[in-house]
């Protein structure tokens, strides 16, 4: 808490230990600026991991890979947006969230259930029932849980891509891991 | 659960691979990135119209409009119908200009006289002022005003010399005077 006041007053953020200019994100956005598209590929590289884990906790996963598609796409024609080149993490991540809104704005929800009867073999049925739970949880933990487990990502490494704190991605970690656990019967 | 190997993947957590390996099915496996368009087209900034200036600049002219007009309507000889009236009570005795309307130029008061230099000449002694009222007085007085005067400056005469002497009393000064003239008697 100390720690925290402290960097408040300082007016810094805890994931800022370079500055955002130096990242080699913000150096790839003045390429892709510039009109680089190997820059570009370096960049969807990057970032698709997170921006699919994002989509994945709130869509359908038939609609996860088009949706991933768009979003890169968006982000590329809005480039000129884009004030900080440092912080295109979290704003793709916005970007993100706002196309998965879209989508159900779009279609109706009942598309979720023909992804269901498609399943055959037992292990998919049983993944797709713990992506379920994982959905139900609320969107703080369902999008975390989802990079870790999921994507396979650390939680350094969803802080640094979605800009969020490290603190606020470990807290929303333990909290859900916890709820999932509770859904999913499994003694703490 | 371990902690840390939820956090950076240290250490091992059987529950935690478990699911891992299940979820893995979901995982991102596309490394090529979405097909672009040929150009790159880098678009300038939009300049954003903004519509609350506008609307607020068309109702502060619109108010303005309407306040001029009511403003020129409620003087009567610029309304149609008390225009009439106003001629028919007035017609006699006044004559009923003619307004040349609310955007015209707007008749101005008359400009403000400017105020006059005072020269200021440096006083004069009491003697020349003195030669100054006498000689004024001279030529002006009648006999009667000039004997009224004359009588005047008399009392006046008597008056100080009375002053005088109840100041000379004053200081202790009265019995050196009236015996002065006693002894010399």
């Not at chain 1, 598309?111 to 399943?119: A, F, G, I, K, R």
């Not at chain 1, 990079?147 to 969803?158: D, S």
């Not at chain 1, 909290?175 to 703490?188: H, N, S």
Request: net charge neutral.
């Amino acid at each position: 808490m100390t720690s925290d006041l402290f960097f408040l007053a300082r007016g810094e953020t805890k994931t800022a230990a370079a500055p955002l200019f130096t990242r080699p994100e913000a150096l790839l956005v003045d390429r892709v600026r510039t009109g680089d598209k190997e820059a570009f590929g370096e960049l969807y590289r990057m970032f698709a991991p997170m921006v699919h884990g994002i989509i994945l906790a709130r869509v359908p996963r038939d609609e996860v890979d088009d949706i991933v598609q768009e979003v890169f796409i968006s982000a590329y024609k809005n480039l000129q947006t884009l004030r900080e080149n440092g912080a295109v993490g979290g704003w793709l991540a916005t970007i993100a969230r706002n196309q998965a809104a879209d989508f159900f704005r779009r279609v109706k929800q009942t598309e979720e259930l023909s992804e269901n009867t498609q399943l055959d073999d037992g292990s998919k049925t049983k993944a797709h029932e713990i992506l379920a739970t994982i959905r139900s949880c609320p969107d703080a933990y369902k999008e975390t849980l989802v990079l870790r487990l999921v994507e396979g990502m650390t939680g350094p490494e969803i802080a640094e891509r979605t800009g969020l704190t490290p603190e606020s991605v470990r807290v929303n970690l333990h909290r859900g891991m916890k709820l999932l656990r509770q859904k999913l019967g499994i003694e703490v | 659960m371990n902690d840390e190997y939820l956090w950076n993947k240290t250490g091992t957590d059987a529950e935690i691979e478990g699911l891992e390996n299940e979820l893995k099915a979901f995982r991102f496996s596309a490394d090529q990135p979405p097909g672009l368009p040929a150009r790159i087209e880098v678009l300038p900034e939009k300049r954003t119209f903004n519509f609350f200036k506008l609307g607020f600049a068309v109702a502060f002219a619109a108010a303005v409009v309407v306040a001029m007009t009511l403003i020129w309507l409620r003087t009567p000889v610029n309304h149609p119908e008390k225009r009439s009236e106003f001629v028919k009570n007035n017609s006699e005795n006044v004559a009923v200009p003619i307004s040349p309307g609310p955007f015209s130029t707007p008749i101005m008061d008359p400009p403000m006289p400017k105020p006059k230099v005072i020269n200021f000449k440096p006083p004069t002694t009491n003697a020349t002022r003195a030669v100054k009222i006498t000689a004024k007085k001279e030529e002006k007085l009648t006999p009667e005003e000039k004997h009224a005067y004359d009588q005047l400056m008399t009392a006046l005469a008597i008056t100080s010399n009375e002053l005088k002497l109840v100041k000379d009393k004053i200081n202790g000064r009265d019995v050196e005077r009236t015996a002065a003239p006693d002894r010399q008697k």
